[in-house]
């Protein structure tokens, strides 16, 4: 009786585990879905080609029941669309954001994961040097740079032969722009503006607005806010930012070279409303494949006078891990993965953004290398000896978009000085925890 009593203990301790064993196997065989957000609405080829290069990584690292899902965000809002889904637990497991803004420790939104010492080791061993600050937030790395963005001049080469300008040797400095803007600019017989020698970016949000400015106030020799982010006060509204905001008024009111109802830059540059605009590597591709005909190039941006601030910008948009995704290990072992030459080009090239790892970068034969603003990005670099302020606090984005407010009303009609002295005063009152 005991031994009976004993083997049926055993049998169905043997049927239990089997049981247990089978759900496990049917758990790891099921299939998972990570799900991504980007904003980079602008480049839907660019968001799913993430998707794509991650898809074909993950059977290489052993998850065969693992796939990528691709999801764009407007950029219009997009950051209460993530604040409102991360809190209800509701986030996607990867994401593109500021890393700042996101940091689980020091972030405004404590959401992104800090990457394990391995998976930080090896994008420090493999991202280009010019890169290797983005993600990290005091001393921690939480995800790696999303492109090499760099804001240049697109330029509409015919309208310069119309007018008499030299399409080989675009404007290089602050006056020499004003000037091929007012000639550029077209009228028709009652004097409305038919093609604006220039469009600037006035719509769309304050940080989409003021991440597309800060450049502007870099080459007059301004910035922001103090060096120890203590004030905007005598920065943003000091004489040199004063001197950019006042040049980009002229331009609407004085100069008269912009139809503000063109509305966006980049579609008047695509329908040939305007004649120059400034965007970053992106918009060649998107103007090759939306315009094919439209004749353009594609310069440095602009310096003022003898300028030794470089024009560049804190593009740091990064990707990163949601810190309470029920993937994270995956996700963490995929970030790995993906720091190779050719995941880089497969991640840039569909929608012909820049990369951004050193392997990819020193090879003379990618495709970049035959792209208009790659020679335009060589001598942007080569112009500027000094690198630009870069702004790592907390309260970044929040200024940013306060400038950019500053921005589109000033291009509206508002008095510069009256504007960024309201701005700075804003600023402040953000940096002392009041906004």
Known sequence: MKNALLCGV?????????YAAGESEKAESEEKTLVFWSHYGQSPPFVQAFADTANEILPTIGYDNVKVKAE?????GYMTKYQSAFSAG????????????????????PVAAPLPADVEKTIDEQIAPMFKAQGVVDGKRYGWAVEGAMLLLYYNKDHFEEVGLDPNNPPLTVDEFTK???????RDSEGNIERSGYMPRFLGGGGGVGGKYTPFVHIFGGRVVSPDYS???GY????????????YYDLVYKHKVVNLAFERPEPAFQQGLTSMIFREQWFEADTSSKAPDINFGVAPFIIEKESITAAGWDQSWTYMINNNSEYREICFELFKAMQTREADLS????????????DTLQNPNDFYR?????GAMKEELNLNKQAPPFYDFAEWPKSQGIMGDAVSEVVQGADPKETIDSAAERIDELLAGGL
């Open 370 to 374: 035959k792209l208009r603003w790659f």
């Open 231 to 233: 004030t905007a006060q």
């Open 236 to 247: 943003i509204n000091g004489p040199n930012s004063l001197a950019s905001f006042q040049w």
């Open 347 to 358: 991640l840039h090239q569909p929608a012909g953004y820049p990369p951004v790892l050193k």
């Open 180 to 186: 091929a803007a007012i000639q550029l600019t077209r």
């Open 10 to 18: 055993f049998a169905l301790l043997i049927v239990c585990f089997g």
């Open 72 to 76: 764009v965000i407007e950029y219009d």
């Open 90 to 109: 509701e986030g996607p497991d990867i994401f593109v954001g500021r890393a700042r803004n996101w940091a689980l420790e020091g972030g405004v939104n």
